[in-house]
């Protein structure tokens, strides 16, 4: 797993020399994906604020969507993921154009009979370990689907920042990322980041410290917790002291209200938990703030699942559950 976290760069190289293929041209876009894959149509989403964007991690199109007519767009690593082919399954019906990011899987299969433009990505990796194959991806067709210039230097610019910030183990985010992780380890782990770029990066943390390390980790964005979140640290003072870790992704190029808030939010939750870690986003775009924030998390989630002497590249626990609803 660790290989994948510093591959990351050599994934948005791979994205910044992809050839979308033909991809409909559209005013709206629905992106539909779960887990790994639903977070690299996040992620994609990013690069792209000036289109309505609409995200789907459940069975169904929105409503609106047979009368607007948006492109769809369906991510799945395997291919196989239910909720996923569902919303294909639903947009092929409703005569919609469609795209599928994918390795293969049955959703290759669908795309192929209807004819439309599948997007491969490599496979044989966990989903989450593909995130920048697939999140590259994502953000080549939204490009493509809207007309908008090729984002083949963004996707550069960021393989250049996480490869300064891990370079194979020796950069600086792999040394934070192994420190945070020994603050983090035998605690749960909150994250917090801010509205965009950093409340995806922390959503991310979550996943990979879910994943990897199996552990419980919860992630909120400000300024939405600064609404009811924050009042939830006023009582159990001695059980945040014991069981508690917060790390917040802070983000320099955000809203600057934000930044105001992350740091005073940090300032309110410090004494009321056991641990607080930072961590600060490099680079201009929001691809290269995502992935510099995300990189630190990917080897912390690694380092804690070494620290508890787990393997972290199987998930049983999900395997198991996917099987268990096939036979339900
Ligand atoms: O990390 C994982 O394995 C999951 O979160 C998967 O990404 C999720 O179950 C969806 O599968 P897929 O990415 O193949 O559509």
Known sequence: MISHVYATGNQLRWAAD??????????????????????AARVGALTAPSIPLTLVQG????????????L?????????TEETLAVFEAARAAG???????????????????????????????PRAALAYQAGAVTMVLAAATGAASPASELTA??????????????????????????????????????GVGAVAASRWKAQINENAKMPAFASEV????????????????????TIALVTLRD???????????????????????????????????LSRFFSLAAVGDVASVELARLS????????????????????
């Open 18 to 39: 992809l050839s979308p293929g033909e991809v409909p041209r559209a005013a709206d876009i629905v992106l539909a994906g779960l887990g790994g894959s639903g977070m």
């Open 59 to 70: 069975y169904e199109l929105p409503g609106w969507a047979p009368g607007r007519k948006p």
């Open 72 to 80: 769809v767009v369906a991510v799945s690593y395997s291919g196989n």
């Open 96 to 126: 919609l154009p469609l795209v599928a990011v994918t390795t293969g899987g049955a959703l290759a299969e669908l795309a192929a009979a209807v004819g439309a433009a599948v997007v491969e990505v490599p496979g044989g990796l966990q």
């Open 158 to 195: 960021a393989a250049d920042v996480v490869d300064r910030t891990l370079d194979d183990g020796d950069g600086p985010g792999a040394a934070l990322g192994r420190d945070l992780a020994e603050g983090i380890h035998g605690r749960i782990c909150v994250i917090y980041g801010g509205h």
């Open 223 to 242: 300024p939405e917790l600064d609404h009811n979140e924050l009042e939830g640290w006023g009582t159990l003072p001695d059980l945040g002291r014991r």
């Open 252 to 286: 320099p190029a955000g809203h600057p209200r934000i930044e105001q808030r992350m740091r005073l939010t940090t300032e309110v939750v410090r004494g009321k938990v056991a641990h607080v870690g930072e961590v600060i986003a490099l680079g201009t775009s929001p």
């Open 309 to 328: 002497d787990v393997d972290p590249t199987p998930v049983t626990l999900l395997e198991d559950f996917k099987r268990r609803l096939r036979e339900d």
